[in-house]
């Protein structure tokens, strides 16, 4: 840890940056009856179109590298850039090809950044003050999941799909050139080397990791994809299924508050798993067809998830010190792998069994990523590091 005080600037420039980053994410979800009608292609198969985002996230540890040889500060400025380009490519452009391509370059920059974030927080903020930050960053989040499924809806029935990504890519300079100004950061004073990611690779615990973050990644896929083309087969339009997402954001809001003023308190591992443990006993609900149900599970789902999701990052940039940039975009790099694979399977998922199948196997996910959790936490021999 390089310093005993909180450091506001980098905490406003990554909320700013995970602002904008989780709305691009986010803003195609809802959309996904829109998108499907644009580009005339099967709302069934509207998450094929996103395969090129997770693809592209096989990069991540290779940014996670070059971040522990060189500096974060330059390879975080370097991955807004190509989010910037990403999002210019989709703002003059038009056409499938176009859009794949886009979000496939949006896709590379948001995997490397988005772990590159919790290492470089991990430095600059004292531990018994990360899961205070992390709820911050969760609070943009959950600010971003409010404003991204209306704001999107809206300019895409008024002004089409290129003004979203014009402004998105407005917003990338903004937080790139704010970039500028943090202090360069080094995760350990000696520079990784090849030999180091040899030895991540080695460890159990790495892959202990790994495997929570896929499973923990399914739910992200194959609920929040499908979860629109559900609310449309109960005959909400577009404008309706946007205002539904807005429930979801809702939770994401309360996780952030509980996670700023609960995480220390309770502790990052027990508040974890408790945001486990919700959202696994609130998605088996979310196959009712009664819009109340849905309207009450989806926050209490929103509570959980992203409690667990706001904890998971900070717990694991606990876990190492030296090589710390490479093993968070190693799970950032599974995250897009299990994007890919997902995304990959699952139009036959649905066509299989509809959306209650995909609803089940998150149930599943959610279960198996709890019980590694208990694992971990409280029969591992060695606990990640962990102070209150």
Known sequence: ????????????????LTFVAVFEMIVVLPLAPSIASIYQVSVADVSLLNI?????????????????????????????????????????NTGLIYYVTGRSVIGMSYFTVIGLISSYTAEVIPENRLGMISGIYKFAFGLSLVVSPVAGSLLVRDYGIQMIYLLLG???????????FLKSVFVSNERIQPKDV???????KTWIYIMMTFFLSVPS???????PIKLGTLGLNQVAVGKQFTYLAVGTLVAAVIIIFGSERIGKARLAVIGLVLCTLAMLPMISNQM?????????????????????????????KKANGTFMTLLTLMMALTNVMVNSIAPIIYRIS??????????????ITTLLYVKVYYFGKKKPPQKS
Do not use: E
């Open 170 to 180: 407005i917003s990338g300079l903004v937080v790139t050139f704010m970039l500028f």
């Open 221 to 227: 896929v194959l609920f929040y994809n499908y979860y």
């Open 198 to 204: 040899h030895y991540l690779l080695s460890q159990k």
């Open 1 to 16: 840890m390089n310093t005993n005080k909180i450091a506001y600037y980098p905490v406003i420039v990554f909320s700013l």
């Open 354 to 367: 509809g959306f209650s199948l995909h609803v089940f196997l998150c149930f599943i996910s959610l279960a």
């Open 292 to 320: 109340i149900l849905l309207t009450v599970f989806s926050i209490l789902l929103g509570i959980g998830y992203d409690i667990i999701w706001g904890l998971h990052m900070p717990l694991c940039s606990l876990v190492y």
């Open 52 to 92: 090129g985002y997770a693809v592209m996230g096989i990069f991540a540890p290779i940014g996670g590298y070059i971040a522990d040889r060189f500096g974060l500060k330059k390879t975080m400025i370097a991955s807004m850039l190509v989010f910037t380009i990403g999002c210019g490519i989709l703002a003059f």
